[in-house]
């Protein structure tokens, strides 16, 4: 079977398969579920970032006190500067997971999946050879001659 034979079959097994309202009710699930597992490492990784800054707080008030006491030396002022880094750097990353958490969906409907499919189908059928050029490229289409099977 030549490439562009097979090619051909590839992208109206994609439109049979994919391209269809049972493969955007897959999709949507899949979406979901993936959009809720980033969620929660989102969550996961906001608490321990909130754990971590907690601790720096309270390393710094006892900090402090050792200065208000009068414990003030070259180990001190060291520890001083490393803890506010560190304090400023776990607000930073704080900052930056809630400035993502707007950005990104939280769900995705049928309307939205079936909208980018027939994008997809249109971008399949307005230029075959550059989606055929694209597959090359992605997908690894090795030809193989079919053996036949033996009778049972």
């Given at each position: 079977m030549k490439i562009d034979a097979i090619e051909r079959t590839l992208l109206a097994a994609i439109r049979e398969k994919v391209l269809n309202p049972a493969a955007g009710r897959y999709l949507v699930v899949g979406v979901n579920q993936h959009l809720e597992r980033q969620a929660a490492q989102a969550m996961d990784q906001r608490r321990r970032l909130e754990q971590q800054l907690?601790?720096?707080?309270a390393e710094l008030a006892n900090i402090e006190k050792a200065i208000l006491a009068g414990v003030?030396?070259?180990?001190?002022?060291?520890?001083?500067?490393?803890?506010?880094?560190?304090?400023q750097s776990l607000r930073a990353?704080?900052?930056?997971?809630?400035?993502?958490?707007?950005?990104?969906?939280?769900?995705?409907d049928d309307a939205l999946i079936a909208n980018q499919l027939?994008?997809?189908?249109?971008?399949?059928?307005?230029?075959?050879e550059a989606a055929?050029?694209?597959?090359?490229?992605h997908v690894?289409?090795?030809c193989t001659r079919a053996t036949p099977t033996a009778p049972r």
């Amino acid at each position: 079977m030549k490439i562009d034979a097979i090619e051909r079959t590839l992208l109206a097994a994609i439109r049979e398969k994919v391209l269809n309202p049972a493969a955007g009710r897959y999709l949507v699930v899949g979406v979901n579920q993936h959009l809720e597992r980033q969620a929660a490492q989102a969550m996961d990784q906001r608490r321990r970032l909130e754990q971590q800054l907690e601790h720096i707080e309270a390393e710094l008030a006892n900090i402090e006190k050792a200065i208000l006491a009068g414990v003030v030396t070259d180990t001190t002022t060291a520890l001083l500067k490393d803890r506010e880094a560190q304090r400023q750097s776990l607000r930073a990353r704080l900052q930056a997971l809630d400035g993502q958490r707007g950005k990104g969906r939280r769900r995705v409907d049928d309307a939205l999946i079936a909208n980018q499919l027939a994008k997809l189908d249109e971008v399949l059928n307005e230029d075959t050879e550059a989606a055929n050029a694209f597959l090359r490229q992605h997908v690894k289409i090795r030809c193989t001659r079919a053996t036949p099977t033996a009778p049972r």
